[in-house]
């Protein structure tokens, strides 16, 4: 956002919405981010709508790599009676096509991690992809190849966060030949979006196919997306795609899945592998799990499989 | 392709000796009393020899049919300190050995899911020894490796030895300074000490890389005709240096078609950086057939420069792709 001319609300009311910043409610936004970037700090004041219902107004600049230009903000306005906002997770990262390097934000960096004191600044493209699973990414690829013409971009990731959970990211960024630069900011809307993997699953079967992914810790996997719904035998209701709340997997005694990831890539299809799945509290499912290798690039490759799974004993499934 | 004097013996197993490559191809599991009646020379003692002691042995001796005949054998060591092979050369003593095959051994513990490696094999593709570990994961084992069709077998010769006690097969390997090679793989399981013992051949010289129908399938090769043509580019890994146009999926561009396939096409020396700019974006694409295009001058030896449109895309692979890229050349000004 270098001039108020180029400025442009990329999401408004839970969802993308591109549009010039114009007043809401009669409050003026364009002067209050003014002051925002001109401060560096997080605002919040107060103004009174049309109808005379006083409005609080919160401010807040996307975090950016050290030393870089502001890329965005947030900006909240409510009645005062409202409860006080969440700040939405939105951090930014600029590519610089002398360097071939991004730089990534503190914000950035923890919206997909565990371990926060891993964070550097500096990400050469093969890093800054790691955990990325699909991405719109053919105009993106090429801006930062070559940034010669003056544009806007914007699509969706789908990455995995360090816990094992498949999330999914909307990127705003701003081509400027004139510094050799891609600049712009990721903004987790896992929680407002529908997640679709592109991936052509066969047709599920009565198994369930879903898809597995692990964490970068020890920790169990992740039954984290059902294609084709929800399998009968499983004692929850129908839910197709991302699972609100993915359920834990966990070995069976002297079983191999924990070794999965190790296993070289070109190999992945597994014989079945017996396990138990999480299907409420403090209650495991003995399954059968058949893993393949999901199709991407990148160290990512080695947290996500495809899953085909099976209750080994219908009746104490019921 | 060249032949070679040279014969490999595996003894991945105690009491076990056979022939896996002799005279510039492959065998499976060939008789070494046959070759050494075809040489003239009892073999078995001099492997036996080779086992027991450890040691290289080079010495002249009494061939069946009268006169005498040079024989070296020259052993691999696995990581365990067994003999993993033993490569054999008969001749002439007045006569020059050929090159010494290139091999090197390994172990799998299915227990551990651990690969131990010897430093010849890490330099079979590496240009020395910077980054040689000597225990690894089998992910972080097979990274340099695209084409693998039997790789299933090998997976089922570590897991399930008792279906499958034994494995060869052959493999495409990026050696780090950019060049592509082919391998042969050879492995026996050994049930009493639980662990795989095997060794790798370098073929380069004596068999081609060989891209089968299912890599084929996933690679885009775009137009091909008088001017364009789809080839590998492998990356070095010093990130600077020439990458290496190795391989033609299709047929050349006419201008760059010759019967030496040892010439290698150039890159003119200003545009190298330019390559190397593609590879780094690519590097961090997730999407199957992303590409970015660029212009760059290519050559012949001593031809003049031809300007070429080169549009890349990374080689379907989890790692691999980083550092080996399908690019559709097509030359524009000659």
Avoid at chain 1, 15 to 31: F, M, N, R, T
Wanted: a negative charge; hydrophobic letters at 40%.
């Amino acid at each position: 956002m270098a001039a108020p001319d180029d400025w442009q609300v990329v999401w408004e009311d839970n969802q993308p919405s591109y549009h010039p910043v114009d007043p809401i409610a009669g409050v003026d936004i364009e002067s209050r981010l003014r002051s925002l970037i001109s401060s560096g700090r997080d605002t919040m004041d107060e103004a009174i709508d049309i109808d005379g219902t006083r409005l609080r107004i919160h401010m807040s600049l996307i975090d950016t790599p050290e030393g870089h230009l502001p890329v965005g903000a947030q900006v909240w306005i409510g009645s005062v009676t409202e409860p006080e906002p969440t700040l939405r997770p939105v951090g930014g990262c600029c590519w610089n096509s002398h360097e071939m390097h991004a730089e990534i934000s503190r914000t950035f960096f923890s919206m997909s991690a565990i371990d926060y004191d891993l964070y550097s600044d500096v990400r050469d493209p093969s890093t800054l992809t790691r955990k990325v699973v699909q991405a719109d990414e053919p105009a993106l690829l090429s801006a930062c190849y070559s940034p010669t013409t003056e544009e806007r971009l914007s699509g969706e990731i789908i990455l995995l966060h360090d816990d094992g959970r498949i999330l999914l990211w909307r990127y705003d960024a701003a081509v400027l030949p004139a510094d050799q630069t891609v600049r712009g900011f990721c903004h987790d809307v896992t929680d407002h979006q529908n997640l679709q993997l592109g991936h052509q699953f066969d047709e599920p079967s009565a198994h369930g196919v879903g898809v597995l992914t692990f964490p970068t810790s020890s920790a169990d996997p992740l039954l984290s997306y059902w294609h084709g719904g929800t399998p009968s035998w499983m004692p929850e209701q129908l839910h197709q795609g991302l699972l609100p709340r993915p359920l834990r997997i966990r070995q069976a005694t002297g079983a191999t899945l924990l070794h999965v990831p190790s296993l070289p890539s070109l190999a992945v299809n597994t014989s079945p592998i017996p396990a138990e799945l999480e299907v409420g509290v403090d209650q495991w499912l003995p399954i059968s799990l058949q893993l393949t290798k999901y199709p991407t690039f990148g160290p990512v490759g080695r947290r996500i499989y495809i899953a085909q799974i099976e209750p080994i004993n219908l009746l104490e499934a019921v | 392709m060249s032949s070679s004097n040279w014969h490999v013996v595996e003894t991945l197993l105690p009491d076990v000796a056979t022939v896996v490559w002799s005279a510039g191809m492959r065998h499976e599991w060939g008789s070494v009393s046959r070759l050494g009646s075809s040489l003239g020379v009892d073999l078995l003692p001099v492997i036996d020899t080779v086992r027991d002691r450890c040691t290289r042995l080079d010495d002249t001796v009494r061939a069946r049919r009268g006169g005498e005949r040079r024989v070296i054998a020259a052993p691999a060591f696995g990581p365990d300190g067994v003999v993993h092979a033993v490569s054999i050369w008969v001749g002439d003593p007045s006569a020059d050995p050929d090159p010494e095959p290139i091999l090197g051994s390994m172990v799998f513990t299915p227990e551990t899911l651990r690969v131990g490696s010897t430093e010849p094999l890490y330099l079979m593709s590496a240009i020395d020894l910077v980054g040689y570990a000597g225990d690894r994961d089998p992910s972080r084992f097979l990274h340099k490796v695209f084409g693998f069709d039997q790789i299933n077998e090998l997976v089922e010769t570590c897991v399930t030895p008792e279906v499958r006690d034994k494995f060869a097969g052959t493999l495409n390997v990026k050696h780090d300074d950019g060049h592509l090679m082919r391998w042969q793989g050879v492995a026996r399981f050994d049930i009493g000490e639980k662990m795989l013992r095997g060794f790798a051949q370098d073929l380069s010289g004596f068999e081609d890389v060989v891209i089968t129908p299912g890599d084929f399938s996933r690679i885009s090769v775009g137009n091909v005709g008088q001017r364009s043509g789809t080839v590998l580019i492998g990356f070095p890994v010093d990130e600077k240096t020439s990458p290496v146009l190795h391989y033609w999926l299709t047929t050349p561009p006419e201008i760059f078609q010759t019967h030496d396939l040892s010439v290698r096409l150039a890159i003119h020396p200003d545009d190298i950086s330019e390559l190397w700019r593609v590879q780094r974006v690519l590097s961090g694409s997730v999407t199957v057939g992303s590409s970015l295009s660029t212009t760059i001058r290519l050559a012949l030896d001593d031809q003049p420069w031809a300007a070429c449109e080169v549009v890349s895309s990374r080689y379907p692979g989890e790692q691999i792709g980083d550092h080996l890229l399908v690019s559709q050349v097509t030359v524009i000004n000659e």
